[in-house]
């Protein structure tokens, strides 16, 4: 219970800063505009051919496909049932929050030159939350299925990076504000905490009845 708990405050504490972003995106959008345009100016610099290229590549929606796919996959291939299933209800929990959150917030994309072609708004960032929820599960799996200390630390680093790059590549290509992605970080840290404490137990459970038989 206290864990519980734990986890419960944390996802309070991230959906209350998620709440106050879009409070002040719907009605006060000015008011992020120097945060925006001096992170934007930082992370874009003088948009070098390599890395536009290199953030082309990681961001495209098919490479995210391929990504879950292989991974879940994987998972089922190794009896993993509980955690491929983890990863299947953090993309539908996705998917429902993205077409919900974009239409209720209608905040345009950055009028910046965009190097990729997107439509839609552009609060939150579909990208950086399925990132934060897919490959967070997979931090969380990786912490309880790697053994060598070593070695699991480097898996949780490179997911870790892959997070933030794929954050970071959002605000390179123009398509969307720094504060745009935040807020799906945050939304994807307090999804996972608030989703972790069932998804250990089930996991317990099943592993539990599946060594009795």
Known sequence: MHNRQKYFIRASFAALIFVILGYIVKFDPRTLQGFDRAVQSAIRGDLPAPLTTFFRTITHSSTLLVLFVVVAGFFIGRKWYIEAGLLAFMGVVDLVLVLTLKNLYQRPRPSIKHLVVETGYSFPSAHSLVLMLIVGSMII???????????????????????????????????HYPTDVLASFVLGYGILNLVFPFYDELRFEWRFKHKQN
């Open 141 to 175: 799996i990786a912490h309880q299925r790697i053994k060598r200390k070593d070695a699991r630390y480097l898996v949780e680093f490179l997911l870790g990076l892959a997070i933030l790059l794929i954050g970071l590549s959002r605000i390179y290509l123009g398509v």
